[in-house]
């Protein structure tokens, strides 16, 4: 059974007065423990479909099913219980907390989840270990290179061991040198953990440690072979 | 959680250090002004039933006209005056002294003038209890005759003491007889056995109990005579000004009150008896109405500490709104995001409780001496735990409410617009 399982979905917002067609009927679906890069142009809707795969947004029609539930089906409170435990999110911009230190960026997620403090420390420091920072726990991310922000991130990302990495564009503001590990990591997710890593990139060194690559192209994936 | 919660909140304000302390000054300039205010208030009740307590002492009350201090008091209009039978006082159970204080005008003849006329003319005659003096010389301060001269002691009827400037016009010296001629015919002979000090030779009368208000103030034209004079001179009339009752050890004083109040009412008076407690309340009552109407004002400028915090939040908000959508994308809920913002303006608002109580105490201290000394009283600085308590939650909770909202808005905010914000 596949651990993402998406068909026909459709999303439409309204922007002003017009109603945006983000996605028209995208199929997809993503066995456990591979890697899929999307890629696409601008508004071909990648940013929205990681939305909705995260929990962070119900599509307007079609079924979704994340992990055997149905997101249609699920309320507001289930749908933060499923991006607290089953979901990680790893962001373009990082976006650490500027107060908080690298350890405390990562216990975040295990704070909202009510996990105690030393338990939470501990797996901080370890996830923190795993991403190459031990020595860099109590640093604030204004003390932290772009690389070792977005790899503070994926800590973060990893902080309730949920089943998927979502990945938007997690390159995409890192130069080559500081990517590199960033996608060595995610790749290493997905082969000895068995994580389901999805990576929305434009990136081609991004896409090359996927197993598969899904294009998008006008909200719904591009089967034909010049899609780019 | 809640403790994380908190630590995330303290690291927010800690950031905004110099916003966050301009938003803690809006708050601690209103609850400084409301402290200080109800201190000064607490410390003017404090002192003046201090000196109530230091002139009746735990076992005096008074008697006075119902109309004066009761429930049907019609406000301020002077002292009225009231019948007493004093033997029946001197009887309810647990009353050891009771002296009282009438007064009449009453023709008075005196001396003989050069012409060989005798001097007379009509003149306040007071009659008073001797252990007005003996018993109760913290309401009358210090009396005192001139050499030659006594005051009233226990016994004595048929003499007189007469204010210096009468004993003037009358021409009467100390050993002298004057004549007073009552209601209904009564009439007697009494025996000028002192003279009273003048006012103004005698600085200590003037200072402090109600003394004053028996001989010093009365213009020195009074003739004052034992009460027991007053009663075959005019028999019981309604002419009593102030009784003073002193209780026997042991017993309630304010039960002893209300006892000599039923039974002097039983019989037909309209007094009620006073003591500490009533006279307590009573201040209590005009003191803490002048200090909440001044705190009440002040309390203008809380709510414009409020609206600082508010402001502040939503600028906060505003500030953090990528921010809270990562907390909500890594898992925060709603109730999570709300009360990370709720404590955050709470603890703007005790800080500023904090700090302002303190200022509010110092600044209440240096007033009062400032009071203290223009009035010559030492004034009671009080700091009260209640006070303070309530102070410092109300701030926190001042803090809270005015965050609520923004707290709200932050808490709504679409997970997806808010992690799009830039």
Redesign the interface.
């Known amino acids: 059974m596949p651990v993402l399982d998406l068909k026909g979905i459709t999303k439409e917002y309204k922007l002003g007065k017009t109603v945006v067609r983000a996605l028209r009927g995208l199929d997809l679906g993503v066995e456990e423990g591979e890697v899929i890069a999307i890629m696409g142009p601008s508004g071909s809707g990648k940013s929205t479909l990681m939305h909705i795969v995260g929990a962070l947004d119900t599509p307007t029609g079609g079924t979704a099913f994340l992990d055997g539930q149905d997101l249609q089906q699920l309320k507001e409170r289930q749908l933060v219980a499923l991006r607290g435990k089953k979901v990680g999110f790893v962001f373009q911009t990082f976006n650490l907390i500027q107060t908080l230190s690298a350890q405390r960026n990562v216990e975040l997620p295990m704070i909202f989840q009510g996990i105690r403090k030393g338990e939470r420390a501990r797996r901080a420091r370890e996830l923190l270990t795993k991403v190459g920072l031990a020595d860099r726990v109590k640093h604030k991310p204004n003390e932290l290179s772009g690389g070792e922000r977005q790899r503070v991130a994926m800590a973060r990302a990893l902080a309730n061991d949920p089943e998927i990495i979502l990945a938007d564009e997690p390159t995409g503001n890192l130069d080559t040198e500081s990517g590199t590990p960033v996608l060595e990591l995610l790749k290493r997710l997905s082969v000895e953990d068995g994580k389901t890593v999805i990576i929305v990139t434009h990136d081609p060194d991004a896409a090359a440690i996927a197993d598969r690559i899904v294009r998008l192209r006008d909200g719904a994936v591009c089967e034909e072979v010049d899609c780019v | 959680?809640f403790k994380?919660?908190f630590l995330?909140a303290a690291?927010?304000i800690?950031?905004r250090r110099m916003r966050s302390w301009l938003t803690v000054i809006g708050v601690f300039i209103g609850i400084t002004a409301v402290v200080a205010l109800i201190s000064i208030g607490l410390g003017l009740e404090r002192t003046i039933t201090d000196q109530v307590a230091s002139v009746f002492g735990v076992d005096t009350f008074i008697i006075m006209n119902e109309d004066t201090f009761g429930p049907q008091a019609h406000g301020p209009g002077g002292a009225e005056e009231y019948t007493l039978d004093l033997a029946t006082l001197r009887a309810v159970e647990g009353v050891k002294v009771a002296a009282a204080l009438r007064e009449q005008n009453g023709f008075v003849e005196g001396g003989v003038n050069a012409e060989g006329k005798a001097i007379q003319g009509i003149f306040p005659v007071m009659g008073l209890s001797p252990e007005l003096m003996t018993e109760f010389e913290s309401f009358t301060g210090k009396l005192e005759a001139m050499p030659g001269g006594r005051l009233f002691e226990p016994g004595d009827v048929e003499v007189a003491v007469l204010d210096f400037e009468v004993s003037q016009r009358l021409g009467v010296e100390v050993g002298d007889t004057i004549f007073i001629a009552g209601a209904e015919g009564a009439e007697l002979n009494v025996t000028v056995i002192g003279i009273m000090v003048p006012p103004e030779k005698n600085e200590d009368a003037l200072e402090g109990g109600f003394g004053t208000q028996f001989s010093s103030s009365s213009d020195g034209d009074t003739i004052s005579v034992p009460y027991e004079a007053m009663e075959l001179l005019w028999g019981p009339a309604d002419d009593v000004l102030v009784t003073l009752v002193r209780t026997e050890p042991g017993y309630d004083v304010d039960e002893v009150a209300d006892r000599a109040e039923e039974t002097l009412n039983a019989r037909g008076s309209e007094i009620s008896a006073v003591t500490y407690t009533d006279i307590s309340e009573v201040i209590g009552t005009m003191t803490s109405t002048i200090s909440a109407f001044l705190a009440g004002i002040a309390g203008i400028s809380l709510l414009v500490g409020g609206v600082g915090v508010m402001n502040t939040m939503f600028t906060s908000v505003l500030e953090r709104t990528?921010?809270i959508?990562?907390?909500?994308?890594?898992?925060?809920?709603?109730s999570?995001v709300l009360t990370i913002f709720l404590i955050e303006s709470g603890l703007m608002g005790l800080v500023g409780g904090i700090v302002g109580t303190l200022l509010g105490l110092g600044l209440s201290a240096v007033a009062s001496s400032f009071i203290g000394r223009f009035f010559g009283v030492e004034m009671a600085v009080v700091a009260s735990p209640t006070l303070i308590i309530i102070t410092l939650l109300g701030s926190f909770f001042l803090g809270a409410f005015a965050g609520l909202w923004p707290a709200r808005r932050a808490a709504k905010l679409p997970?997806?617009d808010a992690?799009r914000y830039e």
């Open positions: 959680m994380d919660f995330l690291q927010s800690m950031h990528k921010e959508g990562v907390m909500k994308a890594v898992g925060a809920k709603n999570h997970v997806v992690l």
